[in-house]
């Protein structure tokens, strides 16, 4: 079992940026996959990105170019670096690890 506390979201400009962190309650460096989601009202959750213990990354096309998600085993932290952040981009970002999910942090990119 894993808890995982997202923190780093808040309200920004378009064009702005927001770096987002997950900290795991136990090492992750034995994890094999950790992700973002996010869901914005009125529609489904999706996948935002996620990276491997391997290296190797995955990215939704609306964020390809902008998002860097990353890993830091020491720390037991997963990373998203927004940048160019868009008023889609608004949404609740969660990460996830197999079953177990966070509480979330709110995205809101507005002028």
């Known amino acids: 079992q894993v808890q995982l506390v997202e923190s780093g979201g808040g309200l920004v400009q378009p064009g702005g940026s927001l770096r987002l962190s997950c900290v795991a309650s136990r090492t992750i460096s034995s994890i094999y996959m950790m992700g973002w989601y996010r869901q914005a009202p009125g529609k489904q959750r999706e996948l935002v990105a996620r990276?491997?213990?391997?290296?190797?990354?995955y990215y939704a096309n609306s964020v390809k170019g902008r998002f860097t998600i990353s890993r830091d085993n020491a720390k037991n932290t997963v990373n998203l670096q927004m940048n160019s952040l868009k008023p889609g981009d608004t949404a609740v970002y969660c990460c996830n690890e197999d079953m177990f999910w966070g509480q979330g942090t709110q995205v809101t990119v507005s002028s």
């Open positions: 990276i491997t213990s391997g290296g190797s990354f």
